[in-house]
């Protein structure tokens, strides 16, 4: 890896471990606060939405300054909220702070992704895009297992803290390995927020919120669906999540080689169809322990497949407001993230079983899906 990329894989390290963990402690924290399993899903709607409203806001107010001074700024307040989340005792406290601590992460993405290509090699784009993402997928590979069983062994506040730590360190990183660039913005930031008056932009918003909230609505409940579906105990939990976790790295690059290769909507269509399938192979077939950990594996590679190919979509459409593209389509992610977790858990509070929201996921995907499908034929010249 690019020693320059490398403190912002660092910040994906971060990032990564406090969206995912708290997926693999839903339990604990349920008990913990007193609230049941689907309320505490709703800390993870809480934090996307965070991203969601921080990500174009911080970028519109932040992409005067140089992205290393931006990206330290951010850096110190995602560090500042996740300690404070250790602390939290009730559920009202957790899910304002969740929030807050959800508000940096689209826009550490968003300046990361144009800060990343700029550093790229001519043709390279994608694949600079995805050592960047590489923090993330290592942090669903080694870091949310290992936050996942510390928290089950001692509390789950540590994983927070653990996170504090992260950032800690990616500050530093940023502060001596980054180079120092001028400002990101090209254009007016009334001009940069044209694009996004368009059809073309919110068509692919809208693929990318509906499509991820088809894997959401399933890695959100991923522990109750082990445990009680497919009969694992608690203590397999993080083993679990490193085979998500190792699909992710395989993900990560297979998106970023497929969409250097072919036209990126392409990559993400096919890349979606093969996401309804998984989703409806979980759904059916949880009660198998092997199939379910084969599917497991399979859903971890289509999380993070999908995610460059829509990227670059964006950034291609987006001339000259790429890095607030970048920020919404972290916005646009983390609105899958959200909706993933309260439609997936709407089957639950009719008590339905735990593999019920993988159906609603596969119904996500499907539409995210036909949506791909309609941008292809629209604007099939272009991208």
């Not at 107010?61 to 989340?85: G, V």
């Not at 940096?104 to 001519?122: D, I, M, S, Y």
């Not at 082990?226 to 998106?255: E, H, P, Q, R």
């Not at 008590?351 to 629209?378: E, R, T, W």
Request: charged share 10%; hydrophobic share 55%.
């Amino acid at each position: 890896m690019d020693k320059r990329i490398l403190p912002l894989a660092l910040g994906g390290l971060g990032l990564g471990t406090t969206e995912f963990v708290i997926m693999g402690l839903l339990p604990d924290v349920a008990e913990s606060l007193k609230i049941s399993i689907p309320q505490a899903g709703h800390l993870i709607s809480s934090y996307a939405f965070g991203v969601v409203v921080g990500a174009p806001i911080l970028i519109g107010y932040a992409a005067k300054y140089p992205p290393k001074k931006i990206l330290i700024f951010l850096m110190i307040a995602f560090t500042l909220f996740n300690a404070l989340s250790a602390f939290s005792n009730d559920y009202y406290s957790m899910m304002a702070i969740r929030f807050l601590a959800g508000l940096p992460h689209g826009a550490f993405f968003g300046v990361g992704t144009v800060v990343a290509t700029r550093l790229a090699k001519p043709g390279k784009q994608a694949q600079s895009i995805a050592m960047m993402f590489t923090g993330l997928t290592l942090a669903n590979l080694a870091m949310v297992p290992f936050v996942t069983w510390l928290g089950h062994q001692l509390t789950w506040r540590y994983a927070f803290g653990v996170v504090a730590i992260i950032g800690s360190i990616t500050i530093l990183g940023l502060k001596f390995l980054l180079p120092a660039m001028d400002s990101l913005r090209t254009t007016t930031l009334k001009k940069e927020l044209e694009f996004f008056k368009t059809a073309k932009a919110w068509h692919i918003i809208a693929i990318t919120a509906v499509g991820f909230g088809g894997l959401f609505a399933w890695f959100s409940y991923i522990t109750p669906l082990m445990t009680n579906v497919s009969k694992f105990s608690t203590d397999f939990i993080a083993y679990i999540m490193i085979l998500a976790g190792a699909g992710m790295v395989v993900g990560n690059f297979l998106g970023g080689i497929l969409a250097d290769k072919m036209r990126p909507a392409l990559a993400a269509a096919i890349l979606l169809s093969a996401m309804i399938l998984a989703l409806l192979g979980v759904f059916f077939f949880s009660e198998n322990q092997t199939i379910s950990l084969i599917l497991t594996f399979i859903c971890g590679v289509l999380s993070m497949s999908v995610g460059t190919p829509v990227n670059i979509m964006m950034l291609r459409s987006a001339k000259n407001s790429e890095m607030m593209a970048a920020a919404f389509m972290q916005a646009a992610f983390n609105i899958g993230n959200s909706v993933g977790a309260l439609f997936g858990g709407f089957p639950l509070e009719f008590g339905l079983s735990y593999n019920y929201p993988s159906l609603v996921g596969a119904g996500l995907a499907g539409l995210g899906f036909l949506l791909c499908l309609a941008f292809i034929k629209k604007y099939k010249p272009v991208i």
